[in-house]
């Protein structure tokens, strides 16, 4: 009885307080995701049954959906602990770059990649806690040479910004090709 005790003190220290949300989360990803299945892949008659293309997707999201009901019964068994909301908003708050990631992709076909990357590197470090200008300087740095490597130098085809529109021909070519 004591070893049984002293496992479930161990779990109750380790637990996170929002194993519920997420376990009944990942639930409700699974179901979606085993749903859409039959419109998702093909399963062509005539061949072996671990041939067809939708078999092992269909394997991994039985056992996906098996293995997240098993975590929501675990986790809607177990003692409640205080804190869930704190750590689902926590959770939350990390959405917040993701937003500025689409931002940063709304601005560049607008402004074009290097003025665009010149002004969110600084930005991200500021948001991040950094407030030194070496440290901004430095995240400018950072952005020029990814745009630098990317467009110059791996000759990724990013569009350039409407704003080139309207420089003069020459550095017009220039931004758009290597900048």
Known sequence: MTYIKTLQQLFHRYRRPGDLVFALLFLFVSIFLLSQLGEQVEWPGGGKLVAQPGFWPAISLVGMTFFAALHYIGS??????PGRWQEVGFWLRGLEFAGWFMVYVWVVPRLGYLPTTLLFMPLLALRAGYRKPAHLLGAAAVGFGV???????????????????????GLRNFMSLYL
């Open 76 to 81: 809607a068994l177990s003692p409640r602990i």
């Open 147 to 169: 745009v630098v490597i990317f467009k110059a130098l791996l000759s990724v085809k990013i569009p350039g910004g409407a704003v080139y529109e309207h420089l003069p021909d």
